[in-house]
């Protein structure tokens, strides 16, 4: 367990949180500057209000995202999330019993679109993220670096 708490703390996921006025294509600006530059979006959701947009999103090459969103004016901020993998429908509920049990709180969770092994995941925003990936580990799910879903 503690190599997964080391690889965790040197190699997390991380989760843009992308700021766009709320108007038409700028979504689609943004992914297609990120498909030019061939920056992959593993996972995305996007919280719309009246006025603007919230895109968390996770991407395969970090840097190049950061430097993009930069020079072409995106606001972002970045936090860790934890990203686990899962087989079945199913899983979703026993990732969330495991949590439950180690007494986690989830803040949101969404999916990934795609990953290099083509095996489903998970992106969730919690409160103690070295807690339960050992409490995912012991229910036998695997939890991911950025290096699991980068390509």
């Known amino acids: 367990m503690a190599s997964t708490k080391t690889t965790l703390a040197t190699d997390p996921v991380r989760q843009f949180s992308v700021f766009a006025e709320n108007r038409v294509g700028r979504l689609y600006d943004l992914t297609a500057l990120f498909k030019e530059n061939s920056v992959h979006i593993m996972a995305i959701t996007v919280l719309d209000t009246t006025d603007s947009a919230i895109i968390r999103l996770i991407v395969d090459d970090r840097e190049k995202a950061r430097e993009l969103m930069v020079n072409n004016d995106f606001p972002y901020t970045e936090c860790d999330v934890l990203a686990v993998e899962i087989d079945d429908e199913t899983a979703l509920r026993d990732v969330l019993a495991a949590l439950l049990e180690a ?19 998970l992106a969730l925003s919690i409160e103690d993220a070295d807690v339960a990936a050992q409490a995912l580990n012991r229910r036998g799910f695997k939890v991911l670096t950025q290096r699991d879903i980068s390509r």
Do not use: L, W
């Open 103 to 121: 007494e986690i709180n989830v803040h949101y969770v969404y999916s990934f679109i795609k990953r290099p092994d083509s095996k489903a995941a």
